[in-house]
């Protein structure tokens, strides 16, 4: 695509092969672009450009960090821990005469 950009109007540029075929091209007209208009978008696109580092490099360091880490899962262990804790509780609670 870059080398059509090159082209002058009626000239013709290729072949230029791709996934999907060979092909030419022939620009029929040129349009220049709005450079106050990019101007304008220009700080925006730079900031989602950064916000996207960013957010690539924190799941690059999550990713890290779940690799290296070494997870012991005890939650049975604490459920069961957590039960017999509760029924000695209750064995111990003084019954109320009648």
Avoid: C, W
Avoid at 23 to 38: E, R
Avoid at 40 to 58: F, W
Avoid at 74 to 90: S, W
């Amino acid at each position: 695509i870059g080398a059509a950009f090159g082209l002058r109007v009626g000239q013709v540029g290729g072949p230029y092969e791709t996934e999907g075929g060979i092909y030419f091209v022939q620009p029929v007209a040129k349009k220049l672009a709005d450079s106050t208009k990019f101007a304008s978008q220009l700080d925006r696109e730079r900031l989602q450009v950064i916000q996207a580092a960013r957010q690539d490099r924190v799941r690059q360091v999550l990713a890290a960090l779940r690799e290296d880490a070494k997870v012991t899962d005890r939650r049975k262990e604490l459920e069961k821990a957590q039960r017999e804790a509760e029924e000695n509780a209750q064995d111990q609670v003084p019954q109320q005469l009648p």
